[in-house]
């Protein structure tokens, strides 16, 4: 069996290729690393079962051989990201999705959209179901992102209606861990690189916005389980606990005791005041549920940061 992840050089397509290699598959890796990098899939260097290929998918994708699944994961995913890169990543969510569509369309494969629980948007409704059609500002600053989703899950679902593709769309809520960029924009990343910076931590707002913060490794868990099942209707996977953003900040404190402690700026333009997925449907579905608690999850994340940053205190880019 043969895959094709887009993104595949990014923190969570990476991830994604590591499994989908457990699991016994052959894995390209498309990715053209606006954000994604290379240190992400060093560890896969010379595995006969994986292959990278530096491509835009914005292009058509050109695959030669046999392909049994697409998984769609290229975009930008970090405010700071998809606001430096708005038409790329409008693109990316349109263009890239339709090659990807053609690709397994061509191909007879199946295909994984790696959607978000942005398109929910500032939600009027918690915990988010996947019923829920959110609120979203369609010319906001975040538009390029949470719009570029919502046409993307309607381009999947009218190629699974018109062409017959075997789709899969996945919710993806805040997830965590290894080979996250240090400062990337998100608020794990953000609070532990001004942390080992001896900054204050940024909070935006008065911090009382709420977030729920899933492993890694769970949510691949549930990804994998939700490509080789029969649903072709948007899932939510992420962990329901939900956490104030202040919560959080003060969690992760408290690992850093040297820390010079916390700082308010404005909350940025349609920031989400919740979010908390709804997860009912993965449970009964997939049998799916997170395992990996906050306290184990932040205590291996945060190794990898600590590494990461001496590894750029040394030799900075």
């Known amino acids: 069996m043969r895959a094709v992840v887009t993104g595949g050089a990014g923190f969570l397509g990476s991830h994604l290729c590591d499994r989908l290699l457990l699991e016994g598959w052959d894995v390209w890796a498309l990715d053209n690393l606006i954000t994604g990098d290379l240190s992400n899939i060093a560890h896969l260097e010379g595995n006969r079962h994986f292959q990278f290929v530096s491509k835009d998918v914005n292009k058509p994708l050109g695959v030669e051989g046999t392909v049994d699944y697409v998984f769609h994961f290229a975009s930008p995913a970090s405010p700071p990201d998809y606001l430096k890169f708005p038409v790329e990543t409008l693109k990316v969510g349109s263009l890239g999705t339709f090659h990807a569509l053609d690709l397994a369309l061509e191909k007879k494969a199946k295909f994984l959209l790696a959607s978000t629980s942005e398109c929910y948007g500032d939600p009027s409704v918690s915990p988010q179901t996947e019923s829920y059609w959110g609120n979203v500002n369609p010319v906001g600053p975040r538009s390029v992102y949470d719009e570029a989703k919502r046409f993307a899950e309607a381009a999947t679902m009218a190629y699974y209606r018109h062409h017959n593709v075997d789709t899969h769309i996945v ?40 977030r729920s913060f899933c492993y890694v490794s769970d949510l691949i868990d549930g990804i994998y389980r939700l490509s080789q099942s029969n649903e072709h209707f948007p899932t939510n996977i992420g962990n329901p606990t939900e956490l104030t953003i202040y919560e959080f900040a003060k969690r992760v404190l408290s690992y850093f005791p040297n820390a010079p402690g916390l700082v308010h700026e404005s909350l940025p333009e349609d920031d989400p005041k919740r979010r908390r997925p709804d997860i009912a449907k993965a449970k009964k579905l997939l049998g799916w549920e997170p395992k990996v608690g906050l306290e184990e999850g932040l205590g291996y994340t945060l190794e990898y940061f600590r590494q990461q940053f001496a590894r750029e205190t040394v030799s900075p880019k």
């Open 171 to 210: 919710r993806i809520f805040n997830t965590y861990g290894p080979r996250m960029r240090l400062n990337d924009g998100r608020a794990l990343p953000n609070f532990v690189y001004q942390a080992l910076s001896g900054q204050q931590i940024t909070i935006y707002g008065d911090g009382q916005q709420t």
